[in-house]
C-alpha cells in the first residue's frame, strides 16, 4: 500500500485555489527558498506518514469539496505518492492544483514517470520557487510573481506554455425584469 508523508492536511480550504479545496501539504522540501511560506514543512523527515487510501477517503468524506490542491513541501519529492492521489482524484472529477518549486521545464525534463503522471493529471500547476523580491499580497493564488498559473491540459496539447485563465462568469438581467 503507498504511503505519503505529510505536514498536514486542512479539509476546507478556500486560499489554495478557486472553490472550496481540500489542501494536502506534503512533507520534504529541499528548495530552500528564503521567506518560505512553510519552513516546518521543509525537512524530509517531518510530518506524519499516512496510507493513501486514508487521505483519499478524508478528502471523499465531505461532498461539497470540489477541489483538491497538492502544496507543501515539494509534491514532486513525492512524485509516487502524489501521481497516484491526483490520478485517482482527476478520475473522480475533482479541479487539481498542484504547487512545485520547480520549472514546468524541469518537470518536463524529468525521466521520472511518476513526475509525468502527476503533471498529467493536474489541471493547474503553480511553478517556481518563492522569490521574497517579488513577493507581492496582490497575487491571488501564487506567493511571488515569477510563479506561473499554468494550465496544464492545454499545455501539455500545444507543447507550450498556456496559462490558466480564471472562468468567468456572465450574469444577464432576464429581459422581462
Ligand atoms: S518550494 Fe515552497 S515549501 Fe519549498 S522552500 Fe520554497 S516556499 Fe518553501
Given at each position: 500500500m503507498t504511503?505519503?508523508?505529510l505536514y498536514g492536511c486542512v479539509q476546507d480550504s478556500i486560499v489554495d485555489g478557486p472553490g472550496l479545496r481540500y489542501a494536502i501539504f506534503v512533507q520534504g522540501c529541499t528548495h530552500g527558498c528564503p521567506g518560505c511560506h512553510n519552513p516546518e514543512s521543509q525537512p524530509a523527515s517531518g510530518g506524519q506518514v499516512h496510507d493513501l487510501e486514508e487521505v483519499l477517503a478524508d478528502v471523499r468524506a465531505n461532498p461539497l469539496v470540489s477541489g483538491v490542491t497538492l502544496s507543501g513541501g515539494e509534491p514532486f519529492e513525492q512524485a509516487h505518492a502524489?501521481?497516484?492521489?491526483a490520478a485517482a482524484l482527476d478520475g473522480?472529477?475533482?479541479d487539481i492544483w498542484t504547487y512545485t518549486g520547480y520549472l514546468l521545464e524541469d518537470?518536463?525534463?524529468s525521466e521520472d514517470a511518476d513526475v509525468r503522471t502527476l503533471l498529467e493529471h493536474t489541471h493547474v500547476l503553480v511553478d517556481g520557487p518563492f522569490v521574497e523580491a517579488k513577493k507581492s499580497l496582490d497575487l491571488k493564488?501564487?506567493?511571488s510573481s515569477n510563479q506561473r498559473l499554468i494550465d496544464m491540459?492545454?499545455?501539455l496539447a500545444q507543447g507550450s506554455v498556456i496559462l490558466w485563465q480564471p472562468e468567468t462568469v456572465h450574469i444577464e438581467r432576464p429581459s422581462r425584469w
Open positions: 504511503q505519503i508523508r502524489c501521481a497516484q492521489l473522480e472529477g475533482y518537470l518536463l525534463a493564488w501564487c506567493g491540459p492545454k499545455t
